[in-house]
């Protein structure tokens, strides 16, 4: 799998849109989908490696960049999650009148 489809992969999985993503990393949304099409076989630019540190440290992928090994995991679920919960899609409630 490429980085730009591991990234991608991890978006979709916090329910995260382009657009949202967007809103929260101060990336252009032709940005973000610049980043999900990299393959990894092209030369990478330091302008390019900047955007795919900001995007992966948005979804919860800080290392994807890195040989360095991962911290441990928090047992705290919160702590897990890079995107403040509020922006998360939360269901929807209908109140009857």
């Known amino acids: 799998m490429s980085i730009g489809a591991l990234l991608a992969k991890q978006r979709v999985s916090l329910g ?5 993503l967007s809103a929260i990393s101060g990336m252009s949304p032709r940005q973000v989908m610049a980043v999900e099409a990299i393959s990894g076989q092209e030369s990478i630019t330091p ?23 991962k911290p441990p995991v928090s047992a705290n679920p919160t702590m897990l999650c890079p995107v403040p919960p509020f922006l998360l899609k939360q269901p929807s409630v209908t109140v009857d009148g």
């Open 47 to 69: 302008d390019t490696q900047r955007m795919l540190r900001l995007y992966a440290r948005k979804v919860g992928l800080p290392d994807v960049m890195s040989n360095e090994p």
């Open 16 to 20: 995260l849109s382009v657009d949202e």
